[in-house]
T-cell receptor
Framework: GAVVSQHPSRVICKSGTSVKIECRSL??????MFWYRQFPKKSLMLMAT?????????EQGVEKDKFLINHASLTLSTLTVTSAHPEDSSFYIC?????????????FGEGSWLTVV | AQTVTQSQPEMSVQEAETVTLSCTYD???????LFWYKQPPSRQMILVIR??????QNATENRFSVNFQKAAKSFSLKISDSQLGDAAMYFC?????????????FGKGTKLTVNP
């Protein structure tokens, strides 16, 4: 089946620095990718929808200047957490929609644990 | 806005028994998709089963089946012959079929414990 890869799987960064998380579709083209945040024992919260070649669409309450999303190609989307603070520590997970077809298939990456110290 | 409700925060089942997880949703759309995802401790989201709203037949994938009641906006998941590896968080999700946002709307999840 289709594979979505996230990197890094775990990252620790210092408060005030920026960190980038990559989401790649390895064997298919993804016109749309989604970024979620998941707090412990909670559901997935959609942060933004990333469309190749255009600006991301952010959900209400998500700071676009803090969580920068770039969908530079049909196989890569990146999430950059700028000026990270301890409260940004969380599990971030991406998903990608297969290009073409009726589009009912969305694949998830393995997720990335971010710890801000 | 669409909402998905999972009323059972936790469920448990004996190995080899059957368990049903509940999910209801609210939408004004007539065409959409419904999904059940499994999230084991590894946190990888795994698609268990999907249902297209225009199909009346309930979807089935091996030991997993759904009871899709469109009029009642209900989409329950039945796991038969439960195995220890079925223990995980299960999320019900809704997605519009076309047009507008294609985002998945998730329920809050049900933690399933399988007892040996």
């Amino acid at each position: 089946g289709a594979v979505v890869s996230q990197h890094p799987s775990r990252v620790i960064c210092k408060s005030g620095t920026s960190v980038k998380i990559e989401c790649r579709s390895l064997d298919f083209q993804a016109t749309t990718m989604f970024w979620y945040r998941q707090f412990p024992k909670k559901s997935l919260m959609l942060m933004a929808t990333s469309n190749e070649g255009s600006k991301a669409t952010y959900e209400q309450g998500v700071e676009k200047d803090k969580f920068l999303i770039n969908h530079a190609s049909l196989t890569l989307s990146t999430l950059t957490v700028t000026s990270a603070h301890p409260e940004d520590s969380s599990f971030y997970i991406c998903s990608a929609r297969v290009r073409g077809g009726r589009g009912n298939t969305i694949y998830f990456g393995e997720g990335s644990w971010l710890t801000v110290v | 806005a669409q909402t998905v409700t999972q009323s059972q925060p936790e469920m448990s089942v004996q190995e080899a028994e059957t368990v049903t997880l509940s999910c209801t949703y609210d939408t004004s759309e007539s065409d959409y998709y419904l999904f059940w995802y499994k999230q084991p401790p590894s946190r990888q989201m795994i698609l268990v089963i999907r249902q297209e709203a225009y199909k009346q037949q309930n979807a089935t994938e091996n030991r997993f089946s759904v009871n899709f009641q469109k009029a009642a906006k209900s989409f329950s998941l039945k796991i038969s012959d439960s195995q220890l590896g079925d223990a995980a968080m299960y999320f019900c999700a809704y997605r519009r079929s076309q047009g507008g946002s294609e985002k998945l709307v998730f329920g809050k999840g049900t933690k399933l414990t399988v007892n040996p």
